[in-house]
């Protein structure tokens, strides 16, 4: 469930790396003190709250957090899942967009997630603010579940723009972009959570 702690933001400064618009925590609790949830918060990411915030994405597929690879702060560097270690590298700070869309930016790096042109490719960190860095934060349901949808897409197709994790791949560390329809990875309209779980975050 996500929660709001009462009507209050938990405000924090911006870091030396300047990520603009530090937001409160997205934090996972049912009732808990504002410093209960600060010290949960630094503890385990399995608290998140959404609002304006320093956040965690969880597959809701295969458990896994999304992150920059090996905490790199390289443009271009890889971003995919791997299993919760507590490095900065797996928190991200949204930022709300005028549109309504979102920039996540790698709270270790400071750079945003981009979705690259062509879907092959996948996402990267990126220093860009173009349509493929902006994401639609889709909530699906009260258990914690969300799409992460791209505003740009990928393929020259704007309908190939849902954030998954490729369970089945070889190499299970990369997310791409699949369509929202897609009976593998990503039918997001179907609550029940079976192959479509790849594609929804909490």
Request: aromatic content about 12%; overall charge neutral; glycine content about 8%.
């Amino acid at each position: 469930m996500r929660l709001t702690i009462g009507s209050a933001r938990l405000s924090i400064a911006p870091d030396r790396k300047g990520v603009p618009g530090r937001r409160s925590a997205r934090l996972r609790a049912v009732a808990l003190t504002v410093a209960g949830v600060l010290a949960l918060f630094v503890a385990s990411p399995t608290i998140p709250a959404h609002a304006d915030s320093k956040v965690t994405w969880q597959n809701i597929g295969t458990g896994r957090y999304l992150e920059v690879y090996q905490s790199s702060t390289a443009i271009g560097a890889i971003v995919g899942t791997y299993a919760w270690n507590g490095t900065d590298t797996q928190y991200w700070w949204d930022t709300k967009l005028s549109n309504g869309y979102w920039w996540e930016s790698n709270w270790n790096s400071g750079w945003r997630m981009r979705a690259s042109s062509i879907c092959s490719v996948g996402v990267t960190q990126s220093q860009a603010t173009d349509y493929n860095t902006q994401w639609h934060e889709l909530f699906l349901n009260s258990d914690d579940r969300w799409a992460l949808i791209n505003h740009a897409g990928c393929d020259s197709n704007p309908y190939t723009d849902v954030l998954a994790q490729k369970r089945n791949a070889d190499y299970i560390y990369n997310v791409y972009l699949y369509p929202s329809g897609d009976q593998v990875y990503c039918t997001i309209g179907d609550p029940v959570i079976g192959a479509d779980a790849d594609c929804r975050w909490n």
